[in-house]
């Protein structure tokens, strides 16, 4: 019997790839990997809403990993939230976690603020502004370090979920997307009610000049882009996505900001490929103000595929407003989401995985 996709995952790239990715990973077990970190881009004004101030985005990856361990916050007061208080989507990744459980580890790319919980250190630094063309310190460090992380865990996993939580990481997805050459120009996604392209564009052009480097420095050289005008993110998960895929599939979790780690692991690796696709939400797929497959496509022939949850069917308004395009992605939540309904071979689905959001969003919301 041909195997059959479940409705609630939608392959949008690469249909007859994502199909047999997903087959290969069905009942199998996953382990669940998040990088963290911090860049000062974050906290310039207009650029991300991952936090309720600029400052705030400091505490936002360490709260999130939080939340998966403990079902709370500790390094803040309630959960990370919007500027319009609208809750992070580590609940989803959270609630997803919670009813197919899976080994989760935490790398530090490099951060301000340190989460209450067990992490891998790789040694990276926070990242400066990106407009200083300076913008991550020694990321080939991080990388090699990541690379030997991802082979360990590989041999302990059916598979790898690669998910990322850095505010302000669209903003150096567009950075190093355009430093490689690639036509990213308007299809970055955005935690803002509207995507500040102009805004974005404005930034990494600064940077790029800043760098002082030709762009075929950085098409050739994927690690010198991160350099000039990338996160401490990048480097650290395209090191575990290179490193596990030699022996087992890496779902990349996240949106657009994995078309930029997908770019640097074909510059590091183009064998990788073959064994990663692209995991996320419904809400980036239908996003008119982004666009991941078309950064997917100039890339290379991976799958993507989409978590189809739908928030409209909510009790909650906090999670309704999720329909509205304020929140897409982020934690892993699309990637984790379909990592569960494999894992249970389609037993879990997007109404059971709202029923457990419901609940923990409840819960969390009366704490506060």
């Excluded at 690469?14 to 906290?43: M, S």
């Excluded at 999130?64 to 916050?73: P, S």
Aim: proline content about 6%; charged content about 20%.
């Amino acid at each position: 019997m041909s195997f059959k996709v479940p409705e609630d995952i939608t392959i949008c790239l690469e249909e007859e790839l994502g199909k047999r990715f997903l087959e290969r990973i069905w009942g199998k077990r996953p382990t669940y990997t998040c990088v963290i970190g911090n860049t000062e881009t974050a906290k310039i004004p207009g650029i991300s809403a991952a936090g309720a101030n600029p400052e705030a985005t400091d505490f936002t990856p360490a709260a999130d990993m939080e939340l998966l361990h403990y079902g709370k916050c500790k390094c803040i007061d309630g959960v990370p939230v919007t500027p319009d208080g609208i809750p992070t989507p580590g609940i989803v990744a959270m609630s997803a976690l919670k009813l197919a459980p899976m080994p989760i580890f935490v790398f530090n790319g490099g951060l301000r603020v340190k989460p209450h919980v067990p992490y891998f250190e790789l040694d990276g630094a926070p990242g400066d502004d990106i407009r200083t063309g300076r913008s991550v310190k020694d990321p080939e460090k991080v990388f090699d370090r990541a690379v030997i992380a991802g082979e360990n865990l590989a041999k302990v996993s059916d598979y790898l979920v690669v998910a990322e939580s850095i505010p302000g990481g669209t903003t150096t997805a567009l950075g190093v997307l355009t430093a490689m050459g690639y036509e990213a120009a308007g299809k970055v996604s955005s935690t803002l009610p509207a995507n500040p392209h102009a805004l974005k564009i404005k930034v990494v052009e600064e940077g790029l000049k800043a760098s002082g480097m030709r762009r075929e420095t950085f098409r050739k050289d994927p690690m010198a882009a991160i350099e000039a005008v990338g996160d401490p993110m990048m480097a650290a998960a395209a090191g575990l996505a290179i490193g596990a895929s030699e022996t087992v599939p890496v779902l990349l979790a996240g949106g657009t900001q994995m078309a930029a780690v997908l770019a640097v692991v074909k510059a590091m690796d183009h064998s990788a490929l073959a064994n990663i696709a692209i995991g996320t939400t419904r809400w980036i797929i239908k996003d008119t103000t982004s666009d991941l497959r078309s950064l997917v496509s100039q890339i290379g022939r991976v799958p993507v595929m989409s978590m189809n949850l739908n928030f409209s069917l909510s009790r909650y308004d906090g999670l309704k407003v999720y329909e509205t395009g304020l929140v897409k992605e982020g934690v892993g939540a699309g990637g984790v989401s379909i990592a569960a309904i494999a894992r249970s071979e389609g037993r879990i689905t997007a109404r059971t995985i709202l029923d457990e959001i419901e609940k923990n969003y409840a819960r969390l919301v009366s704490r506060r």
